[in-house]
């Protein structure tokens, strides 16, 4: 396994976006993974170098990065700009990942005939709807997706446009931190860009959607949601009766619970199969 850097110009302005290339040994062009986290949640958080290790023993290369406006150093897990989080919106993260996605197409040790996305949590609505726009992915994997972006009741987002920001919960820092309007007013003005079930049924490629029974982040009829959505044969879905939001992943990851193994045996296997990995 071979590890390389990832630094790139981000969208929000002043900052980059940073992460790690994980390559299979022995020779390529390999196909490649997409790794996009849930929200406010380093790329090296839990489950996702423990994933990148494993695709890269089934022959897979993968990219794990932080988008410009998750506010991380360049060490990927210290927080170090809330003025980027503030500002960030979904539109920024995807002009993010289609500039990463157009430096990793010309990249000599992959395939970009052979290209796949898996996304946990908001990551998965993101992932989603980056799929859509790019319309270079071979399969998409859902971790404990939403199906929605901007889960706000209709009085909070009153509140939101009344105040100018609101504060959201920061998972890595453990506590409360401003959002700028921005991101409203942005899906506000472009719905229809942003809608992540219509962009489920827009896709030509199949999806992996992985649940958890327990999730009370992201309830799981928003797995239901999803691969309803789904026009393709080979969409798949798992629901686990025994997981949560994370799937039993902590941080760090100090062992693999069973739960855990199952998403990841399920991950690997459908990216094996769509990716023409033997």
Not at 13 to 30: H, I, N
Not at 52 to 58: E, I, K, P
Not at 129 to 151: K, N, T, Y
């Amino acid at each position: 396994m071979r590890v390389e850097a990832i630094d790139l110009p981000g969208a929000v302005a002043g900052r980059r976006v940073q992460g790690r290339l994980v390559l299979p040994e022995g020779q390529g062009p390999f196909p490649f993974v997409v790794c996009v986290h849930g929200y406010t949640i380093s790329c090296e958080w839990g489950f996702w170098p423990e994933l990148s290790a494993r695709l890269a023993a089934r022959g897979i290369a993968s990219v794990r990065s932080n988008a410009s406006g998750d506010g991380f150093a360049a060490d990927l897990r210290t927080v170090e700009a809330l003025d980027a989080v503030a500002a960030n919106t979904y539109g920024k993260e995807l002009a993010d990942l289609a500039g990463l996605r157009v430096a990793l197409s010309r990249h000599v040790a992959l395939d970009p005939r052979r290209a796949a996305l898996v996304g946990h949590s908001r990551g998965g609505a993101v992932a989603v709807l980056h799929a859509r726009e790019s319309g270079a992915f071979r399969a998409v994997a859902l971790w404990a997706a939403s199906d929605s972006v901007l889960r706000f009741n209709p009085s909070r987002k009153a509140l939101w446009r009344a105040r100018g920001s609101i504060d959201v919960t920061h998972f890595t820092l453990g506590t409360r931190v401003p959002l700028a309007r921005d991101v409203l007013d942005e899906v506000e003005r472009e719905p229809e860009r942003f809608d992540v079930l219509a962009a489920v049924r827009a896709l030509p490629a199949p999806l992996l959607v992985v649940h958890g029974a327990r999730d009370r982040a992201v309830g799981v009829r928003c797995a239901h949601a999803l691969a309803r959505a789904s026009t393709h044969p080979r969409t798949r879905l798992l629901v686990l009766d025994d997981a949560g939001h994370s799937f039993g992943a902590r941080e760090p990851l100090r062992d693999v619970p069973p739960r855990l193994a199952t998403l990841f045996d399920a991950t690997l296997d459908f990216l094996g199969d769509e990716l023409g990995v033997g």
